[in-house]
């Protein structure tokens, strides 16, 4: 059983910049990969990136590319999504997810543990 707290949204300007991060449980984290998706109500989940179990691999959405940055620290059992150059289309509920056996993945079926989610909103 894995559990993940995500923390660090909040409300921001536009071009603002703002550090997520999600803590996980147990002694599994540096054997799942890891994802960020966000949510926003009327839309479908979508998939915002992806880092591999060591955190030698990433792979973006390309509507984050070049702006977000996404990390893991294995000592840590914790991942780090860091949002530069926020817009207001990027404001969702933001989940973190762990897989079950993938490496890592833009599909939010190979994910089997979620955190609880949080908001970032960004105004114009």
């Known amino acids: 059983q894995v559990q993940l707290v995500e923390s660090g949204g909040g409300l921001v300007q536009a071009g603002d910049s703002l550090r997520l991060s999600c803590a996980a449980s147990?002694?599994?984290?540096?054997?799942?990969?890891m994802g960020w998706f966000r949510h926003t109500p009327g839309k479908e989940r979508e998939f915002v990136v992806a880092?591999?179990?060591?955190?030698?691999?990433?792979y973006y959405a390309d509507s984050v590319k070049g702006r977000f940055t996404v990390t893991r620290d294995n000592a840590k059992n914790t991942v780090y999504l860091q949002m530069n150059s926020l817009k207001p289309e990027d404001t969702a509920v933001y989940y973190c997810?762990?897989?079950?056996?993938?490496?890592?993945?833009?599909?939010?079926?190979?994910?089997?543990?979620w955190g609880q989610g949080t908001q970032v909103t960004v105004s114009s």
């Open positions: 997810a762990a897989t079950q056996f993938s490496d890592y993945s833009s599909d939010y079926r190979m994910y089997h543990y």
């Open positions: 147990g002694r599994t984290f540096s054997t799942r990969g």
């Open positions: 880092i591999s179990r060591s955190g030698g691999r990433t």
